[in-house]
């Protein structure tokens, strides 16, 4: 049973939350490739490959390797891709695609974090032009996400800027606190994989969501609260509460611990299953 309450005598507080598998159902970035396809972005090809990754990734099954080369080739998949066409086609499809894969317990979740009086910070691998608006459909304060380089023509390069991934997740996390002022220690955390292991230890609340194997082994060894959500449902749709309510403002934090920038690739880079057994 988790407590929730707040006592707001005390320092900030905040919930981090992993996105992909842990608030939504699926991989945010592959869910648009059909209409990254429709925009012209990619091939049909490219759409079967994407749909083949989206199916390694929500079974789980792909060893560190295969993971790598799924990595390398959606990185390279996106190298001139222009940046205004992604968010225009994020935009016109959002509702359609991530709506009715948001998770009913992790909405209602964030709104029990909001009530609390706690800032909701969504922290994702997947690029910003994606997570920004899901984390905006989701009320969510702050956004942590994986920045392409854009070059002078407005096109993805190829490169990257920063990279929300494993270690560089904790190190945004330890950033804000700074910056906002939380209280780690009265913090919570969420995430579905053991990759996100360093962003759950920098917090005194942390939640294993859909864990892993290799997560849920961790979990249980440090008596870490498992939860188990299911019940994928529009926000419009949920029983027993009422939509996430809209935040004043959607802060971008991915420039937070930009010493961490030189940490890996992609745009989205698919949690490694590099402690699953």
Wanted: charged share 25%; with cysteine.
């Amino acid at each position: 049973m988790l407590h929730l309450v707040e006592n707001h005598s005390l320092p900030r507080t905040a919930a981090f939350f992993d996105l992909d598998k842990t608030v939504i159902a699926k991989s945010s970035t592959l869910t648009f490739s059909k209409s990254f396809y429709q925009g012209g972005l990619i091939n049909r090809r490219a759409v079967l490959r994407t749909a083949y990754t989206q199916f390694i990734f929500l079974a789980g099954g792909a060893d560190h390797d295969q993971m790598e080369r799924m990595r390398e080739y959606l990185s390279a998949l996106c190298k001139g891709w222009n940046q205004q066409q992604v968010k225009e086609i994020v935009a016109e499809t959002l509702h359609d695609l991530i709506d009715p894969i948001i998770y009913d317990e992790a909405a209602s979740l964030i709104e029990e974090h909001h009530l609390a009086g706690r800032d909701v910070v969504i922290v994702s691998t997947s690029g910003a032009e994606v997570v920004e608006p899901i984390g905006e459909m989701l009320g969510a304060d702050r956004v942590v996400a994986t920045r392409m380089v854009v070059g002078d023509d407005g096109c993805f390069t190829g490169e990257i800027e920063y990279y929300a991934y494993g270690p560089t997740k904790a190190e945004a996390v330890r950033a804000l606190a700074a910056s906002e002022g939380y209280d780690l220690e009265r913090c919570y955390a969420y995430s579905d994989s053991a990759t996100d292991l360093p962003m759950l230890e920098s917090v005194g609340h942390p939640c294993a969501v859909n864990a892993d194997r290799a997560l849920r082994r961790e979990a249980l060894s440090r008596d870490w609260p498992i939860l188990d959500f299911h019940r994928p449902v529009r926000l419009k749709q949920r029983v027993g509460g009422l939509p996430v309510p809209p935040r004043p403002a959607l802060v971008a934090a991915a420039a937070v611990g930009a010493a961490a920038a030189t940490a890996g690739l992609v745009w989205y880079a698919s949690r490694r299953r590099a402690f699953a057994s």
